[in-house]
């Protein structure tokens, strides 16, 4: 068996009386810890980069990168528990215990780790105080100079098993920060500490705003009094407003707002307020610009829920808090058929929608800064790759993308948003004819989107780039692979679902790529690649020989206002297959000038290719090379 030792930080937790809860209502408690760890456990772990090691029963062992990031989750999760068990008896209240410490571990072949880096953690967890977390020397010297928290040192701890006294640091979740640790008495034992009254806890929005910022030099919490400026990207999505007659449907708006809340915040750098805090707002006239104040958030969404008959309408909208502007709205409208499936579906539109609509307003914002950091220039090079319609879509265009891009890299070469643009940027490059000799495309694209996904496995556009280039440059199975990677972390990802479509497309699984396409236009239906995707349904249709059906998918693509080469490419193999050789040639010359590049050599390598369509080409008289 063969094994590796490396330093890490671990994270041990456990949940508070866990015997007495399940002995009380053993379903009830097991549905709740359920729907934590669905809803904010896994999440958070995931979105610090944490890699669950084991989970026993109620506990869990978690392998972090850095100490930074595991105070964050912590906190975070703690915070978050906070919210939960409001309003709720103390006998059904669920509690963890945190302990974490950074020391030498020993990874099995099965990942599994072992040695007193885990040994200490989990002692450290054991002398923990319900709701606080415990930190080793080791680690709380990592995050000492970034805590605003209340901090109460323990001094010299005797562990169990351990050898050495360790000196222990406690972190009080939502008391405010002190100018220097306590020290508690020397004559004091843990477990004394343990049976003193719990220090009560304060839920302080701003504290989860310093973790899900983007500044990454802000401290790891915050309990000023002061609102400090609103986060990047930071939400709240106030309850949906049930304007059907039926007061019985208003579970299905409920589930609306709980559900965009839990997808929102899988939104990289977003801070989206929890929905027990969400939910006091429930009925209220309260105006947007007050909420923002009070939350400390930027973007309020509120919408509607209206059933009738069998139809179901959805309307949302979304606000910047600060000056009250409406920033997008947009309106849903579909049959009762499924209606926890219409939920998801109506969800998932939102979440993508929002999602690109978030990131072009804080890239404006962003435009204006005098001294931008890396997450600043990542959005905007984002929002000048989005601009796909309009012709906006330039080699130019490209090229400032990529230098905003890269100009984050060099400020925080960890950025994973700038790596997966810069990824993507130099995707654009090679499959739309504006490669540069004496780039290397591999490592530009696949190096950097693999980079990306070591450090954050749940950022989708790393997967989809990687996904899109492999298939690109003709490695189809590989791009299945990736495409499926990514589908297995978000199951919901539209560019995910057109990746995969495009491997399928390679691969001749011609129905299939137009399940998969036609999935990702269900979920975004306005996309700004959707002309892309488009082309992609219609070289299917080729594939499977219905050339009419494909020749109207390509012109809803140029309809659409999709610019680029591949919509006049594909017309040019269509129209000669249909022996139309005068709007074959009309069309290629379009394409050939879009893309100068353009040669059968240049189509087999740099693209999705379909026997049709080589062979259409051919016949409208593209040349080999």
Known sequence: MTETRKLAAILVADVVGYSRLAGADEDRTLARL??????????????????????????NLIEFRSVVDAVRCAIEVQNGLIERNAGLPPDRCIEFRVGIHLGDVVEESDGDLMGDGVNIAARLEGICKPGAVCLSEDAYRQVKGRLDLAVTELGPTELKNIADPIRVYSLEVGAPAQAKPTKRSASKRPLAMLTGAIVALIVIASVGAYFLSANRTATVGSTAATPAEPARLSIVVLPFTNLSNDPNQDYFADGITENLTTELS??????????????????????ARDIGKELGVRYVLEGSVQRDGNRVRVNAQLIDSGSGAHLWADRFEEDVADLFKLQDQVVARLTNSLGYELVRTEAEKDARSK??????????????????????RTKENNNAAEALFEQALKIDPNETDALAGDAYAYLLEYTRGWTTAGTDYEAKILGQADRAIALAPDNMWAHNVKSLYLTS???PNEGLSAAEAGLAIKPDDPPLYRARGNAELVLGRYEQAISDVEHAMRLSPRDPRIGLWLVALGDAELGLGHVDAAVEEYHKAINVGWRAYQPYRSLAAAYALEGK?????????????????????????????????????????????
């Not at 359920?34 to 026993?56: F, Q």
């Not at 027990?276 to 105006?287: C, H, I, L, R, Y």
């Not at 000038?593 to 693209?607: A, D, I, K, M, Y």
Request: proline residues 5%.
């Open 34 to 59: 359920r729907a934590l760890r669905s809803d904010l456990i896994d999440p958070t772990i995931t979105l610090h980069h944490g890699r669950v090691v084991k989970r026993t029963g109620d506990g």
């Open 371 to 392: 001294s931008p950091d890396a997450v600043d220039l990542a959005m905007r090079g984002w929002a000048l790759v989005w601009q796909e319609q309009e012709q906006q």
């Open 266 to 287: 899988r939104i990289h750098n977003s801070f989206v307020i929890a929905r027990n805090t969400a939910f006091s707002f429930k009925g209220k006239n309260v105006d």
């Open 581 to 625: 050789m005068e709007e074959a040639a009309s069309a290629l010359a379009e394409a050939r000038r879009l893309n100068p590049q353009l040669t059968l050599e240049w189509q087999q390598t740099h693209s999705m290719n379909v026997p049709p369509l080589l062979e259409g080409l051919r016949k409208a008289g593209l040349p080999e090379e």
């Open 473 to 475: 440059s003709q490695r």
